[in-house]
């Protein structure tokens, strides 16, 4: 029996939501040079996904937060997201900004937030970790309190790891980098040579050169 990871993997590599070219390697706007790009919002595109990553989300949400009170999207990847998640467990919705909006209320968080009300936030995609854990404190410095997180993809580096531990945030993904090259070698995506590229890459992004 597939394992949800494994399902998530093929979806994304179906739609081309990832794309893998360890021999012509993406330039990241960081400037990492990179094997890999994950574009989640793809999924959008295709019901048949929207739908299985929308029902994965909601049922982790109430098995892991049955108390929640609001489910919060980090913009932009995760507005939609987020949304359809709140809408199959009818729960108030809210994103957050990643910048303070330049005019009018200025709002950082887009929604009705009360303080004390507990929140799960909804993300696409985790990288380093740090745009997400943004969202995070806005949550906190409303008054609310933050349950936990739930992502489609994370690279899994370790200063993402870190990075959430500190903060003392759960992080739940769906699927991830590690378990996704398994898939990718047995299906074809990719040959035994670029796995090794692969698991290169992920010991030093930021310092890798194909």
């Not at 892991?64 to 995760?78: E, I, M, N, R, S």
């Amino acid at each position: 029996m597939e394992k949800l990871a494994e399902i998530v993997a093929k979806q994304l590599l179906q739609i081309k939501a990832i794309k893998l070219q360890p021999a012509n390697p993406f330039t990241w706007a960081s400037g990492w040079n990179s094997p890999i790009y994950c574009d989640n919002r793809k999924t959008l595109s295709y019901p048949e996904v929207r739908d299985f990553i929308k029902l994965e989300f909601a049922r982790l949400v109430l098995e892991k937060y049955p108390d929640v009170d609001v489910v919060a999207g980090v913009a932009t990847g995760a507005i939609a997201q987020g949304a359809l998640v709140a809408d199959s467990i009818n729960k108030p919705f809210i994103y957050v900004r990643s910048a303070a909006k330049g005019h009018g209320l200025t709002n950082l968080i887009e929604g009705d937030l009360k303080p004390g009300q507990k929140v799960v936030v909804i993300e696409d995609l985790i990288s380093t970790g740090g745009s997400s854990l943004k969202a995070v404190e806005a949550i906190r410095e409303s008054g609310a309190e933050v349950l936990g997180m739930l992502a489609i993809f994370t690279y899994g580096f370790p200063v993402a790891s870190e990075a959430f531990e500190n903060a003392g945030v759960e992080l739940t993904t769906l699927s991830s980098y590690e378990e996704m090259i398994p898939f990718a070698s047995a299906s074809g995506y990719v040959s035994a040579e670029d796995v090794a590229t692969l698991q290169e890459w992920r010991k030093d992004p930021a310092n890798w050169k194909k």
